[in-house]
Nanobody
Framework: QVQLVESGGGLVQPGGSLRLSCAAS????????MAWYRQAPGKQRELVAA???????NYADSVKGRFTISRDNAENTVYLQMNSLKPDDTAVYYC??????????WGQGTQVTVSS
C-alpha cells in the first residue's frame, strides 16, 4: 500500500516562508505526476503545483514566482518551497501522486496558516 505523508506546515507571518515535504513509502518513480493541492475553508480543493516524472512543472497563477516544487529521488520525497506567503495561502495542503497504475494517492494534509 502506497502512502504519502506530508509535513512542514505551521503558522507563519505574511511575507514568510515554509517548506512542505511529502514522503512516499515507495519510489516516487512509481508516480507519473506528483502534485500539491490546497483547500481553504469553504472552498474547493485546487491545484497548487505539479511535477511530472520528467520534471516538467506547472503552477497555479496565484503562486507563480513564489512557490517551487522539487523532488529528491533518493529520498523519495517531493517538496513545496513557499516564499512571500500571503494570508490567502492559508489552507490545508495535500500531496497527491498519480500512479502508473492509474490510481490517485493522497496524503493526509498539513495545515498552513499565514497570519500576523
Amino acid at each position: 500500500q502506497v502512502q504519502l505523508v506530508e509535513s512542514g506546515g505551521g503558522l507563519v507571518q505574511p511575507g514568510g516562508s515554509l517548506r512542505l515535504s511529502c514522503a512516499a513509502s515507495g519510489s516516487i518513480f512509481n508516480f507519473v505526476v506528483m502534485a500539491w493541492y490546497r483547500q481553504a475553508p469553504g472552498k474547493q480543493r485546487e491545484l497548487v503545483a505539479a511535477q511530472s516524472s520528467g520534471c516538467v512543472t506547472n503552477y497555479a497563477d496565484s503562486v507563480k514566482g513564489r512557490f517551487t516544487i522539487s523532488r529528491d529521488n533518493a529520498e523519495n520525497t517531493v517538496y513545496l518551497q513557499m516564499n512571500s506567503l500571503k494570508p490567502d495561502d492559508t489552507a490545508v495542503y495535500y500531496c497527491k501522486g498519480s500512479g502508473r497504475d492509474g490510481r490517485a494517492y493522497w496524503g493526509q494534509g498539513t495545515q498552513v496558516t499565514v497570519s500576523s
